[in-house]
Antibody, heavy 121, light 107 residues
Framework: QVTLRESGPALVKPTQTLTLTCTFS??????????VNWIRQPPGKALEWLAR???????YYSTSLKTRLTISKDTSKNQVVLTMTNMDPVDTATYYC?????????????WGQGTLVTVSS | DIQMTQSPSSLSASMGDRVTITCRASQTISTYLNWYQQKPGKAPKLLIYTASNLQSGVPSRFSGSGSGTDFTLTISGLQPEDFATYYC?????????FGQGTKLEIK
């Protein structure tokens, strides 16, 4: 049974760095072709893909956010960590992690429940 | 980045209706197109992958078609649980991109 769960602060101040952790079970990120993604959704708005890390440690980022994002994994702990620097109120959103097949054949088949992050002073 | 455009943005329909949502990519994406359903306060759920493949456990009243730049999601015989927001997403290249969503409401 595949599960993912996001964790991190519910409230961050502007200019601070956000660190989110995705803890998963039911699959291994050392399996060829596996990857974990971060996706966010501002309140009432559409989904936005942020970043991806592959089983072989390849990393990919959103074009508009790549200077602020870092993704990493700890395969032994079944965790993926996303950091986002210089947080702004427009970054207020629910942040999801989701599993995918890195080939693109079957994207985002399992999602976490999401964690709402509010950016406010 | 590949832009994904859905239409309509919102749609009113009645139980039992057949509805179609369209998604257009700004460049060809072959059949690397996925559809998700999202209900309020919940994570999106994968319905259709690579344009026409039904995800396990998804009712057969959902179907997808298309290739290249134009795609459709069809729901045949709307059920109460189908009223939700639907998103298309391309998995042809990185960065992955989503459509803006189509909100399906009860008429």
């Amino acid at each position: 049974q595949v599960t993912l769960r996001e964790s991190g602060p519910a409230l961050v101040k502007p200019t601070q760095t956000l660190t989110l952790t995705c803890t998963f079970s039911g699959f291994s990120l050392s399996t060829s072709g596996m990857c974990v993604n971060w996706i966010r959704q501002p309140p009432g708005k559409a989904l936005e893909w942020l970043a991806r890390i592959d089983w072989d440690d390849d990393k990919y980022y959103s074009t508009s956010l790549k200077t602020r994002l870092t993704i990493s994994k700890d395969t032994s702990k079944n965790q993926v960590v996303l950091t986002m620097t210089n947080m702004d109120p427009v970054d207020t959103a629910t942040y999801y992690c989701a599993r995918a097949d890195s080939s693109g054949y079957q994207d985002f088949d399992y999602w976490g429940q999401g964690t709402l992050v509010t950016v406010s002073s | 980045d590949i832009q994904m455009t859905q239409s309509p943005s919102s749609l009113s329909a009645s139980m039992g209706d057949r509805v179609t949502i369209t998604c257009r990519a700004s460049q060809t994406i072959s059949t690397y197109l996925n559809w998700y359903q999202q209900k309020p306060g919940k994570a999106p759920k994968l319905l259709i992958y690579t344009a026409s493949n039904l995800q396990s456990g998804v009712p057969s009243r959902f179907s997808g078609s298309g290739s290249g730049t134009d795609f459709t999601l069809t729901i045949s015989g709307l059920q109460p649980e189908d009223f939700a927001t639907y998103y298309c997403q391309q998995s042809y290249t990185i960065p992955r991109t989503f459509g803006q969503g189509t909100k399906l409401e009860i008429k």
